[in-house]
Nanobody, 127 residues
Framework: QVQLVESGGGLVQSGGSLRLSCLAS????????MGWFRQAPGKEREFVGA????????YYADSVKGRFTMSRDNAKNTVYLQMNCLKPEDAAVYYC????????????????????WGQGTQVTVSS
């Protein structure tokens, strides 16, 4: 069982930056690929990015590529999402998620591939 707690959301002006953090419980964090999804009001939850269990690979949605960066610190059981050049359309609740894997290069992009989800953190971008 893995519990995920997101933090770092808030209100930012268009063009600004935020860094989200996700702290995972448990002793096997390095066995999980980690992902971020987001959901805006009235929209489907969508993939933002994923990082492999080793941290060697990342994969991003086209809408955030070049602006968002994922990283992880396995010693701290934490994954990060650095968000730069934020746009009003980035406003959403951001969810951290985890997928158990024995493949160090696995970067799942589909929500059904993830077993554990956090409660989410709100990101608001003012224009």
């Amino acid at each position: 069982q893995v519990q995920l707690v997101e933090s770092g959301g808030g209100l930012v002006q268009s063009g600004g930056s935020l860094r989200l953090s996700c702290l995972a419980s448990g002793r096997t964090f390095s066995s999980y690929a980690m992902g971020w999804f987001r959901q805006a009001p009235g929209k489907e939850r969508e993939f933002v990015g994923a990082i492999s269990s080793s941290g060697s690979r990342t994969y991003y949605a086209d809408s955030v590529k070049g602006r968002f960066t994922m990283s992880r610190d396995n010693a701290k059981n934490t994954v990060y999402l650095q968000m730069n050049c934020l746009k009003p359309e980035d406003a959403a609740v951001y969810y951290c998620t985890a997928a158990l894997t024995y493949n160090g290069a696995y970067v799942p992009a589909n929500r059904v591939q993830y077993e554990y989800w956090g409660q989410g953190t709100q990101v608001t971008v003012s224009s």
